[in-house]
């Protein structure tokens, strides 16, 4: 007993390393995302943001990890720290699906609300963040939180790079103890417990902006 | 007021508007009647600069309201917010945010929904929401007021209120451009019905001074 509670101990040591590396890639993943959703109504920035979105979802998440904190030091010569690199990483990449989920939303809003807009007077910025976004968001969210949940469950990749998450941990603790089930059934349990938390988050923010049925 | 010269426009090359021309002075109520597909909401749009044209030209003077036929309410802001975020947009003194919401209120009473100002679109009725399309469109000020298909999809009770909320615009002087399929709505609104086939003006009749204009103009639409 006194061992299974020294192990989540151990292993709860890298929740926040996780949840880190988590947040840090939401802001980045959302941030750029949604940049990258409205610049595609900019025509000449189609093929950018069609490339970015192409490359990212078509290279494994590893590789690109392995990139950003392996070669990028070497072009650049900045050293960069595993927190770091692993937010980059996995923001970058949570970018073009969220950029895809973001434009999906855009896209099944009826063309009239941009005309609307724009038959009021409202400049483009007023319309895409006080007309548009609202609406995406709320049309979206499960799509996002699914994401976000996806995220948190791709930050166990930071262990090839040395990272001490909570999977790593898990690891390390059953190559000492030559006993796998137990530390890998306490991983998963804090896995699960964040994504729950994740996905009540989630149902909050879709009560809170709930509004009555489209017209 | 509004002058249109020889305006045309194709969509993959076919012609929605064949060289239209027509003017119209200010205070006129002018209902663009013909069946579907025959241009009517193309010419209203291409006023409204929603859409471009090929070649021709239209003068407007002043400011223009659009009212659209699916009403197109912003489903997240409730009715007093989607009449009020326009005209607030850029006012940074409380005193002007005041008064436009205390014009919001008034026109909303106006209308009949001043018990809606915070409802969101979605729990209204379709009339409900045609007053606070047309509502939200007075809001701008507008020197002629576009209405696409206002009485599409409404009961005949309905269509009368509607009947009698734009007359009541019309008494303000407001100049308006109607198109509706529906003739009995025209010919009870308007002072001048222009009939649009295949993109061409068929019939420009003088609905107040014409006898029978419904019948007039149900010719044109079997020749």
Known sequence: ?215 | MLKIHDVCKSYNGIKVLDHVSFEITKSDVLGLAGPSGSGKSTLLRCIQKLETFDSGSVECDGKTGFMFQDFQLFPHLTVLQNLVYGPNLGKKSAHRRQSNEKRAQAMLKNLGIEEKAATYPGSLSGGQKQRAALARSLMVDPDILLCDEPTSGLDVATTMDVVQLLQSVCQTGTTMMIASHDLDFLTKISDRIILLRDGKIAADIDAKRCRNPVDRLKKYYAD
């Open chain 1, 1 to 215: 007993m006194g061992g299974v509670i020294s192990n989540c101990i151990y292993l709860g040591k890298g929740l926040v390393f996780t949840l880190e590396l988590t947040m840090g890639g939401i802001i980045i993943g959302l941030t750029l995302g949604v940049l990258l959703s409205v610049l595609r109504y900019c025509r000449i920035c189609v093929p950018l943001v069609k490339g970015w979105s192409s490359v990212v979802r078509g290279t494994p998440l590893i590789l690109q990890l392995s990139i950003i904190y392996f070669s990028v030091p070497g072009l650049v010569g900045v050293k960069l720290d595993m927190l770091s690199a692993g937010v980059i990483a996995f923001g970058l990449n949570s970018s073009a699906y969220m950029a895809e989920i973001f434009r999906s939303g855009i896209e099944s809003l009826p063309k009239g609300q941009f005309e609307a807009a724009q038959t009021l007077g409202i400049s483009n910025f007023y319309m895409w963040r006080d007309i548009i976004l609202p609406q995406v968001v709320k049309n979206i969210l499960p799509a996002l939180v699914n994401e976000v949940i996806a995220l948190l469950k791709e930050t166990t990749l930071i262990s090839v790079i040395g990272g001490m998450d909570v999977m790593r941990r898990s690891q390390i603790v059953a190559a000492e103890q030559f006993e796998y089930f137990m530390p890998l059934c306490i991983a998963g349990a804090y896995y699960y417990c964040m994504a729950m938390l994740i996905e009540f988050v989630g149902e909050k923010i879709e009560q809170r902006i709930s509004y009555a049925k489209n017209p």
